[in-house]
């Protein structure tokens, strides 16, 4: 299938708007917050006014006596059991606070009354008393010598881990120059439209019902069943539509607090953040201190590259060991190095919990890499972008750390950056404090080593006598378009028009279980289990088809909505009689087909080497930047990007998704930065947080780049995170090449700019 050239599809490869936009541009659709639920009470959530401090009693007396109030829960109503993220392995974090608090914004108790206003006047009825305890706010200072333990660890550190490959010392020897430096990068708050909310209901049987934004809704249940210390089958989550979430709707606390109070009430259960409280305890993007080093030939060929990464963990261990452990490797696979050593310290700090990004540690570290690469460059005097391509991982190759590339479009995707942005006529004719910058990625398509058991997926197709088709997928759309892409596969592959395809959102009751989206995998794993169902119940319509025709199920096609003999045309049934055909004389039984791939990846070993993904993704960047001398402002003036997507379902799908990728970009690089004073947030909102607007993105320019991966769906692979990776320091090379200063900090504020020239000066 995938040698197939791009006309002989039907639906594969055309712009086809999504097939939830009317209902999203008309306001039909219903998020979490539209539905209402008769006699369902109001959830609010006390949280900690410390970073860090014992809890020394909590008094709910007055906040239960308030009329109209049902229930109201502290750690005592909780199972007492400390739970963690399934892929971390550690285990610290009650669902409400038992003797300590950690962080501003630190969960402590939880209200459910009759109307809004009732439970947050409940909620100033509850007294807690404190014992404030010192706070550490950055991960350098929290790993001291002689700080007061967060959690019971040595110096809190929450996971640290060294992994060498070849022999970098002798690689940095070979070097004709090496670069010692560090690097640092903030929080980025995920910044969706739609907070966290959820209606949870606990009916007479003892099961709790769920209905959520939520990312992954199979896998949600083994933490809420190992908090709740309950069987998995005692919890049923629905998917509803999400606006917005990047990695940050992942299980989230809110949904066990819910639990708690729906049982204590017996009643159906609302809770929503406010937008102040999405920022309290969102789990932003994990911090990274990086300490880098790299060497170069004079002939530009990266000889070994060796760091030691210093991250922020915040108040729990969340998704963070992942991101550490797992993202901050990736990049090695970018370029043909293999003389490598990482050092990862994940360290616990009194900040919200840091977790899952859009990019999974690979801006972080990608940000340092790609600006030591330009400035290794550019002092050997070699061209930024022909250093990129000479050291360019190519299709075949097999990194340091074990990932076999199947498919590889990173060198194609720097050419035609150069070419779009006319890259060497522009480096030379460049106006007064403008400057060119180019930056690389690579990504996953999936992650064995994130849940060892598998990295799979699973998907129903039903056809109803009707002819209408039901997908009932094992992945989860998060805003980005899957209920689309899904679609268009299984049209393709079944052979109907795309109206007759009706996509299903999470239900685990209904669908297999499924990890969820995350590491670029809903389109190259989910989307080959829905082609593979629909292959399946394809053949099934054809075997009834055959006997209606007379004919041999090999000599059967479905076309348009039409099942035809090959080669007579003329002899034809339409889709919808052979359907009603197949139910009513298999004694109503609808016509089911059920897909599972199983991409071929391993379990990386306990040195973190092995294939962990059944593909990987590549892209490549541009941007020209000005700076102006006197107020250290950047602007952008054009950006250029062509992303390896294997094969493009729908470009008009991929181009969106690098557009707003390269947009959340330009905010982590330029804006985004969330302001502390003593473990306090000083600006939990967009007034003061500054994520960007239309005003701030650029003319861009985006090219595709088809590899025609031999194990996606049709070719394709994932686009979502590794379109993001790259922009923070394309954007610093480019203010680098402006004006000759390195930033090494982000966001890049123009306060730092104008620093770094005073410095220079």
């Known amino acids: 299938m995938n040698s197939q050239r791009p006309e002989a599809f039907r639906m594969?490869?055309?712009?086809?708007?999504?097939?939830d936009a009317r209902d999203k541009a008309t306001g039909r659709t219903r998020y979490v917050a539209?539905?209402?639920?008769?006699?369902?009470?109001?959830?609010?959530?006390?949280?900690?006014?410390?970073?860090?401090?014992?809890?020394?009693?909590?008094?709910i007396s007055r906040a239960e006596r308030l009329p109209g109030v049902r229930a109201v829960v502290t750690h005592a109503d909780t199972p007492g059991v400390l739970y963690g993220s399934y892929s971390s392995g550690i285990k610290d974090e009650f669902?409400?606070?038992?003797?300590?608090?950690?962080?501003?914004?630190?969960?402590?108790?939880a209200v459910a009354a009759i109307d809004p206003d009732i439970a947050m006047e409940a909620l100033t009825l509850i007294r807690v008393n404190y014992e404030p305890l010192p706070g550490y706010f950055h991960p350098e200072e929290a790993m001291a010598e002689g700080t007061v333990p967060i959690h019971p660890s040595d110096r809190n550190i929450a996971s640290h881990r060294l992994t060498v490959r070849g022999d970098p010392d002798a690689g940095l020897r070979e070097a004709d120059l090496v670069l010692d430096d560090r690097f640092e990068t903030d929080l980025q708050i995920h910044a969706?439209?739609?907070?966290?909310?959820?209606?949870?209901?606990?009916?007479?049987?003892?099961?709790?019902?769920?209905?959520?934004?939520?990312?992954?809704?199979?896998?949600?249940?083994?933490?809420?069943?190992?908090?709740?210390?309950?069987?998995?089958?005692?919890?049923?989550?629905?998917?509803?539509?999400?606006?917005?979430?990047?990695?940050?709707?992942?299980?989230?606390?809110?949904?066990?607090?819910?639990?708690?109070?729906?049982?204590?009430?017996?009643?159906?259960?609302?809770?929503?953040?406010?937008?102040?409280?999405?920022?309290?305890?969102?789990?932003?993007?994990?911090?990274?201190?990086?300490?880098?080093?790299?060497?170069?030939?004079?002939d530009g060929l990266i000889t070994a590259k060796t760091h030691r990464i210093i991250a922020d963990n915040g108040a729990y261990a969340k998704y963070a060991p992942g991101v550490v452990n797992l993202g901050t490797y990736r990049i090695d696979g970018l370029y043909r190095i293999q003389n490598v050593r990482n050092e990862c310290i994940l360290v616990y700090t009194n900040r919200p919990p840091t977790s899952a990004f859009r990019g999974f540690g690979n801006p972080q570290i990608t940000f340092a890499v790609e600006s030591m690469i330009d400035v290794l460059s550019r002092k050997l005097g070699l061209d930024p972008l022909e250093v990129r391509i000479k050291n360019a991982a190519l299709p075949g190759d097999v990194t340091a750390h074990g990932f076999r590339f199947t498919s590889c479009g990173f060198r194609e995707s720097l050419e035609e950056v150069g070419r779009m942005m006319d890259y060497q006529r522009v480096r030379r004719e460049r106006g007064p404090n403008e400057g060119i910058g180019l930056s690389g990625t690579t990504h996953v398509c999936g992650n064995r080593g994130f849940f060892p058991l598998f990295d799979g997926s699973t998907a129903i197709i039903r056809v109803d006598e009707g002819g209408n088709v039901r997908v009932i997928p094992g992945e989860t759309d998060v805003g980005q378009g899957l209920l689309t892409t899904f679609a268009m596969i299984a049209a393709e592959a079944l052979g109907v028009v795309l109206d007759r395809i009706r996509v299903d959102e999470g239900d685990t009751d209904l669908s297999a279980f499924g990890l969820g989206t995350w590491g670029d995998r809903a389109t190259?794993?989910?989307?080959?289990?829905?082609?593979?169902?629909?292959?399946?119940?394809?053949?099934?319509?054809?075997?009834?088809?055959?006997?209606?025709?007379?004919?041999?199920?090999?000599?059967?096609?479905?076309?348009?909505d039409r099942i035809i003999v090959?080669?007579?045309?003329?002899?034809?049934?339409?889709?919808?009689?052979?359907?009603?055909?197949?139910?009513?004389?298999?004694?109503?039984?609808?016509?089911?087909?059920?897909?599972t791939f199983i991409p071929e990846s391993d379990g990386a070993d306990s040195t973190l080497y092995g294939n962990i993904s059944g593909t990987y993704a590549f892209g490549a960047q541009g941007c020209k930047v000005r700076v102006d001398p006197?107020?250290?402002?950047?602007?952008?003036?054009?950006?250029?990007?062509?992303?390896?997507?294997?094969?493009?379902?729908?470009?008009?799908?991929?181009?969106?998704?690098?557009?707003?990728?390269?947009?959340?970009?330009?905010?982590?690089?330029?804006?985004?930065?969330?302001?502390?004073?003593?473990g306090v947030m000083l600006n939990p909102g967009f007034l003061h947080y500054r994520?960007?607007?239309?005003?701030?993105?650029?003319?861009?320019?985006?090219?595709?780049?088809?590899?025609?991966?031999?194990?996606?769906?049709?070719?394709?692979?994932?686009?979502?995170?590794?379109?993001?990776?790259?922009?923070?320091?394309?954007?610093?090379?480019?203010?680098?090449?402006?004006?000759?200063?390195?930033?090494?900090?982000?966001?890049?504020?123009?306060?730092?700019?104008?620093?770094?020239?005073?410095?220079?000066?």
């Open 630 to 678: 006197r107020t250290g402002e950047v602007e952008i003036l054009e950006f250029y990007a062509a992303h390896d997507v294997g094969r493009a379902i729908n470009p008009m799908a991929c181009e969106g998704q690098v557009e707003g990728s390269v947009a959340q970009g330009i905010g982590y690089g330029l804006l985004e930065k969330v302001e502390y004073k003593d």
């Open 566 to 595: 090959k080669g007579t045309p003329s002899r034809r049934l339409d889709f919808e009689e052979v359907t009603a055909r197949a139910v009513y004389t298999q004694g109503g039984s609808p016509i089911m087909g059920k897909g």
């Open 95 to 109: 669902i409400l606070a038992k003797d300590r608090v950690r962080y501003v914004g630190d969960e402590v108790a």
């Open 691 to 761: 994520v960007p607007t239309a005003l701030d993105v650029p003319k861009m320019c985006t090219a595709l780049i088809e590899s025609i991966d031999p194990a996606g769906p049709f070719g394709a692979k994932g686009v979502a995170e590794p379109s993001m990776t790259p922009t923070a320091a394309c954007i610093a090379n480019a203010i680098y090449n402006a004006v000759g200063v390195q930033i090494k900090e982000i966001p890049v504020t123009p306060q730092k700019v104008l620093k770094a020239l005073k410095d220079k000066r």
């Open 524 to 560: 190259f794993i989910g989307g080959n289990a829905v082609r593979l169902a629909a292959l399946e119940a394809k053949k099934e319509i054809l075997r009834v088809a055959a006997d209606m025709l007379e004919a041999n199920v090999e000599d059967l096609d479905i076309h348009e």
């Open 192 to 298: 969706y439209l739609e907070p966290v909310a959820c209606i949870v209901e606990y009916d007479s049987r003892d099961r709790f019902h769920l209905w959520a934004p939520i990312q992954n809704p199979s896998w949600s249940r083994i933490i809420f069943a190992e908090a709740m210390d309950l069987p998995i089958g005692r919890f049923h989550c629905v998917q509803t539509p999400i606006g917005g979430a990047f990695g940050g709707k992942l299980e989230q606390k809110l949904y066990l607090i819910g639990f708690l109070l729906a049982r204590r009430a017996k009643r159906p259960i609302r809770l929503e953040n406010t937008r102040e409280e999405e920022f309290q305890s969102s789990m932003p993007r994990v911090p990274m201190v990086i300490y880098l080093k790299m060497g170069m030939r004079k």
């Open 12 to 19: 594969i490869g055309q712009r086809i708007p999504r097939v």
């Open 34 to 59: 539209d539905i209402k639920v008769q006699g369902a009470l109001f959830g609010k959530v006390l949280r900690s006014p410390y970073p860090h401090a014992r809890v020394l009693n909590v008094d």
